[in-house]
């Protein structure tokens, strides 16, 4: 079964960048749609970016379009998501989930959770001066 793991959340001042990375293990991610959703204090958890099984196409919600990076690092089974020039609004649990049968969603634009089967415990992103 695959796990995903997390990493590099933190404190960071708006205009920053950090850079997210999902760890897979258990299996392989090479054959699933991965997705970054993200959760914001009282509110509900949205997707926020997705790359498709082959990693010819990425998608980004417009509030994060232009200025975070989804890719792949097939050697080392794991996800990236680079973001930049980030703003207090970004600050959220960030998560990394896992989806069989995902394409379809991700070429659509939409980030049905039901969708994504394997996800991680997410990690902290703080943005604030």
């Known amino acids: 079964q695959l796990q995903l793991v997390e990493s590099g959340g933190g404190l960071v001042q708006p205009g920053g960048s950090l850079r997210l990375s999902c760890a897979a293990s258990?299996?392989?991610?090479?054959?699933?749609?991965m997705g970054w959703f993200r959760q914001a204090p009282g509110k509900a958890r949205e997707g926020v970016s997705c790359?498709?099984?082959?990693?010819?196409?990425?998608h980004y919600v417009d509030s994060v379009n232009g200025r975070f990076i989804i890719f792949r690092d097939s050697v080392n089974n794991m996800v990236h998501l680079q973001m930049n020039n980030l703003k207090p609004e970004d600050t959220a649990v960030y998560y990394c989930?896992?989806?069989?049968?995902?394409?379809?969603?991700?070429?659509?634009?939409?980030?049905?959770?039901?969708?994504?089967?394997?996800w991680g415990r997410g990690t902290q992103v703080t943005v604030s001066s």
């Open positions: 790359i498709t099984s082959n990693g010819g196409y990425n």
């Open positions: 989930a896992a989806a069989q049968f995902g394409d379809t969603w991700c070429y659509a634009g939409t980030y049905p959770e039901s969708d994504y089967e394997y």
């Open positions: 258990g299996g392989t991610m090479q054959s699933s749609t």
